[in-house]
């Protein structure tokens, strides 16, 4: 089982008198941003000129180049996407690391497999808040907090594990618990958890589901409504109470058929695929083939975006949520 921290573990005093430097404002660096400074600790951003440097100056920070953040700042915290952390940290943060430097992540990936090297005298630390930067800030502002990770890479001064504690804290993470794990972990449990199940794995049963009513003959708004949109109506009972809860909640029909019926579609070959995913993570061959996907300019990656665009789903969907008023568009 996980260690895990809350209030009484993690006092603050590791990072007040230090300057936190969030490189990035994109959602995630922003709700960082706001909630350290909310808790009373110094916070400069690194970004680059444009809209998130104007953004940052808007919401009353001082804003700087990566460069010029690094140099000035104690803990310097990594928030750009996975694939342009590597060049940038070559480029505009190592050539200005000093001794006893924290350098923080928020994803183990460039750690766990070698895409950055950090020199041996400074601290490597992870938090890895439980959710998006809007849900970040918003549980901070009604003073619960979202659950985070931590993990220690290097320890050259004695002090990671503290600072990473009071990151956690900072960002309210201890209001919600605060578990222990490491940079391995977190990556390949992270990893693995989006392509089978959050990201890759509902969707696509999502779309062969709607695909299977369809091909019956069932109209595409009912294999819409019966297939993804009351998807938000289990996943919320999940998120709440845990499969058993959801469970209680929903019908006996319901029930039965799900539990019954589960296993045909989980089966042996489903299990030993999912294996599989998992064993590309660990080895990093999944890594690797991202890697290279990026290097060769992303063709696998826009061809598929594209046939998801113009998947039918997509456009019933968006006659149907048209319908819906209280829905907030996202760009």
Known sequence: MAQVYTDADAPLT?????????????????AQALNLRDSGLQVIVGARRGLSWERAQSDGFEVLTVSDAVARADVLMLLINDEHQPALYTEQIAPHLRTGQALGFAHGFNIHFGQIAPPEDIDVFMVSPKAVGAQLRRLYLQGHGA??????????????????????????????????????????????????????GVPALVRAAYETLVEAGYAPEVAYFECLHELKLITDLIYESGIRGMLFAISDTAQYGATTRAERIVDAHVRENLRQVLRDIQTGEFAREWILENLAGRPVFRALERAAAEHPIESVGETIRAQMAFLKKRE
């Open 14 to 30: 590791p990072l007040q008198s230090r300057v936190i430097a969030i490189l990035g404002y994109g959602s995630q660096g922003r």
């Open 147 to 200: 659950p985070c990770l931590i993990a220690v890479h290097q320890d050259f001064t004695g002090d990671a594990k503290p600072i990473a504690l009071a990151y956690a804290r900072a960002l309210g993470g201890t209001r919600a618990g605060v578990y222990e794990t490491t940079f391995r972990e977190e990556c390949e449990a992270d990893l693995f958890g989006e392509q089978a199940v959050l990201c890759g």
